[in-house]
């Protein structure tokens, strides 16, 4: 089933990622419509040379500030009835993907990530926990990891939400005893598995995307990307991502790929490489002072 456009949820210390992300698709798709979900948490940013070089539109500002992955509920929450795919900023195509994904017809594509006892606990929810709120609720045996998935617009409802989040700005995840991880995460793999084990919707469990510290990941092979031949995955950084403010990504695994995606962004906006690297020093200066004295610098 042809998925009709790409979300991509960011918020300001990921934009740098959120760029190589949409030049990666574009090397692939110069044409699918990408939708950039702002979240304005820590503050605004500018997305008017992204949105003109590389045609991408912003997601209408239902509130400033999301927090943790909750922007992606707006998309959910449209109207609309739209086949999309929701990716983090951390993530780059290395191939030509969505053709794989349009193969299957179900409500919901999901990473089949291999099931761990401990991520459970420690990435998702307490079951235990799950079934003191609600009884009914009987666990799959199975988790995903919600920075990729395929899903419609149009079908989940606020109310499948509510019981679990105040919609404050930021909003306020409930239940922290039974979802012991923050974020969308815990909450998006609860409500499908409800409505999967009822009927309202299908899963479909698929291999897709291997993580930046996956062994295949050392692998892949920089100039099958650049002939255009790529790998039938995407990457996604989670795993790797506390080097991202680094200027030449030495602290993530596989910078080269990134670096990149990155320089064919620069390119195709018109920016030098002299204010390339005068941009990425400036926005390391600046988180390195925000770690060091909890000082937001705008």
Known sequence: ???????IPCYKNDYRLCRICVASIRYWYPDIPIVIVKDLLIGDFDTTELEQAFNVSVFPQVAKAYGWGFSKFEVFFQKEKRRFLMLDSDIVFIGPMLDILEQYNTDWIVFDEPFSQVDLLKYYFDPDKIK??????????????????????????????????????????????????????????????????SKEMTVHKLDFMREGLHPETQSFLLDRIKKKEGYPYLIHWHDGKAGRYYPKFDKMPRPDILLFFEDLYYRKAGVSHILQSIRIWKKFIKNQLYWKYKTYFK
């Not at 709120?133 to 079908?155: A, C, E, K, M, S």
């Open 1 to 7: 089933m042809k998925i009709e456009v790409i979300y």
């Open 132 to 197: 003191e709120l609600d009884p009914d609720f009987n666990f799959p045996g199975y988790h995903f990891n919600t920075g990729q998935f395929v899903g419609w617009t149009g079908i989940l409802k606020r109310s499948d939400f509510d019981q679990f989040i105040e919609w404050k700005e930021p909003r306020i995840q409930l239940h922290r005893e039974a979802f012991t991880f923050g974020g969308e995460q815990p909450l998006l793999n609860y409500v499908l598995m409800k409505k999967e084990a």
